[in-house]
């Protein structure tokens, strides 16, 4: 049984003066995650993304398509105990403090009144807001709204939780917080969805990535697997600046800092190259394979023409 | 999906049964209150300075609301032959406070008030304070000397008044020329059935509303039978004179050279002879009658 | 489910408190209290009669306004604010927290009526320096009072449930005008003819009738309420109310949300 299993899942938009026309603000969208896995959900702004979350959680309708969430249909009431859903920069009822937000919210999800009275401390301990727990919501930082925003998404204990740009608006402490979050859900075997557009995070964090872009899905896959795929060059380091002009046509990027220099090369030329700084008694410091980026697949995904429409 | 489909069937149902319900409740509310109810709020209402301030400047609309009430009140007081009207002026008042041009409201109104009941709040001094208030506020509108003419001759029996309203009325430029002619006619007498039923024919010709017809033609009609039955009953004394004994039908008349045919009442029916005494068959057709009937002294 | 409509109506209740919305009743009291021995100055003989027509029309009003006030938002603020997403994707249907936020409205108007009666009262007892049989009259007043919130809540909450708030506002504060003089839009139903007739005795059972709920005057003047009028009020404002509810509940559970 996959966690997750979408399956063309499909939104229009009826737009003009007498809305005849249909804009489609999501194609079709295939996908499956499975249990335990984090899966990133990357794309730029107006993918589709907030579109795919606010379709699984009842929040809009699908024009085609549906979902599966754990095995049952994703309309399924009883499903929604089992799931958590951070929106993007929430925004929460300013006039209750942490733990009333919290205990509400639990008790919207049928947590009972002892569960949460024995679990709210803890869990405002577990996202860092121990202290805060009787502080009004209208007096949080932006960081401390996320941290609390992770926190009804789990007070329940699901197993699959959905985040939408998590980190977003966060400066670096505040992310490096909520990253360490994430990964403490993931180190406790829950399945995790999340969609951003800032590729670091997903890089950091997700074990398979999907990429969407103007509504639909352009590729997916396993992390290792697509950053590997989009490159297959070295990184060589050495000291010497004299022997760069030789090798000049062996590298595709170099840089000179005083005597050392580092370049780039393709794999097919290293040999080449090694040989070259050899004879020109260049001081070798390092080889080094260099990694894909992300965002080398990511632009590649991005810049290719739209596949025809249904 | 079944959930949502399931909820919407029933929300509908609901929606449907709940507002059904809530028609056939507000019936019974209706009831309850009865048709008194409605107007008894009236009562407790503070003057019409005081709502004109309140109308925060909509006193065009309050005073159409209060002119329907009017309306309202007399055509609910009428139907059950009520002996009192109390009501009805101080409605009125407030509808032409708060608005002194709503015409209808006076031309009407006052002949409502000035009647005698059950037809009307026979309140005559009431209605002639109104319709001079409406002469008042609409110095340019000639008919309003007709009402004030008409209520002045008919419910106040004061005919000089009336004579001076006709004649101001006349004056005014527009005003239809047998505004002149009444003044001139009205005679002295209070009592005159021609110049009654000159009145009430220039009522039933001039207005629209249909229940102000129905009682000019009551009215006319009445008129009519009165004076054919004072003449009739003058014959009848006539016959005794001549002959000693009292005629038994028309024929009897006839004979005597002192009728032509059987008199017909105004609805076409024949009068009926009764022991020396005239009478229309259906009586309940003639609201009025008797108002005109001469006494024995005029008989002669 | 109702564990999750009580939570939800609570939190409502909450929302108002702590949002000051309650203490326009401090003021009501105050100036109610204050002003009763005003009032013989102003009229001999007349202080009761004034005092209940005020302070029970004040009662009404006060409610009707903030039944507006915070129903326009009841539904849509919850929307712009995106609060509603994260009760969404919990195990909570759409009509339980449509419904469970009239609930909690309703039962702030309630708090907020039964306050303000207190107020009243003590006012009465101040003016009249004695405790009078009628008193109890005024009860009815306040029930009906009451009638009257259950749809004008019901009536702002269909409204919020698709409309933004300044729209919301004036419909409701419209319908609530329109209400209030719905016997002489049932006169002028009696008195018209053909489509217009039609028309206007539609529009007279559409329209919410509070015409019939205002028992004020008769209770000034310590007249009293028949029975069977208390009973198909409470008939009627209750069917009423919730067939706006039911309408409010099926706009809401098939609307896409921003």
Redesign the interface.
Known sequence: MHAIEIHNLTKSYPVGFWKKQLRPALKGLTLTVEAGETFGFIGPNGAGKTTTL?LL?????PTAGGATILGK?F?D??I??R?????E?????D??SATELLD??A????VDAAERKQRIPHLLEQVGLGDAGNKQLRKFSKGMLQRVGIA??IV?DPEVV?LDEPMSGLDPIGRHEIRELIQSLKDAGKTIFFSTHILSDAEALCDRVAVIHKGELRGIGVMNELRSSATGNVEVIWEGAGALERVGTLVTESHVTGALVRAKTANDKLDRLLEALRQQRARLVSVTPLQGTLEEYFLAKTSEPETATV | ?R??KKITAIATVLLIVFFTGSVFALRNVEASRGREATLEDVLYLPSSKTIKRLSLGYSGLLADIYWTRAVQYFGAKHIKHSQRYDLLYPLLDIATDLDPHIIVAYEYGSVFLSQQPPDGAGQPDQAVKLVEKGIRENPDYWRLYFTLGFVDYIDRQDPKSAREAFEKGSEIPGAQPWMKVMAARMAERSKDIHMAAALWQQLLETTTNKEMQKTARLHLASIQADHDINELERLVRMYEQRTGSVPKTWQDLERAGLLRGTPLAPYGEPYVLKNGSVEVQDATKYRYLGEWRYNEEQMY | MS??LS??AL?TF??AV??RVLYNLVIFVLLLVASAPLFSEISIGMERLILVNVGLSAISLFGVIIAIFIGIGLVSKEID?????????????RWEFIIGKYFGLMLTLVVNAGLMTVGFYIALFVTDHSVKRADGLMLVAIYFILLEFLMVTAITLLFSSFSTPIFSAIFAFALFAIGTFADDLRNFAGLAHGLTKWLSTAAAYAVPNFASLNVISRVAHDQHVAGTLVLYNSIYALLYSGAVAAAAVLIFERR??K
């Open positions: 606010k959680m009842g929040i809009i309708f249909d309309r009431l009883e929604k105990r799931i958590g859903f951070l929106p920069q929430p925004y929460f009822y006039y209750l509400y919210y008790s919207l999800s049928g009804q998404a329940h959905f | 999906m959930q949502h | 564990a999750r939570a939800i939190n909450r929302e702590r949002d604010k995106r609060t509603l997403y994260t009760i969404l994707s919990r195990p909570v249907r896409n949300l």
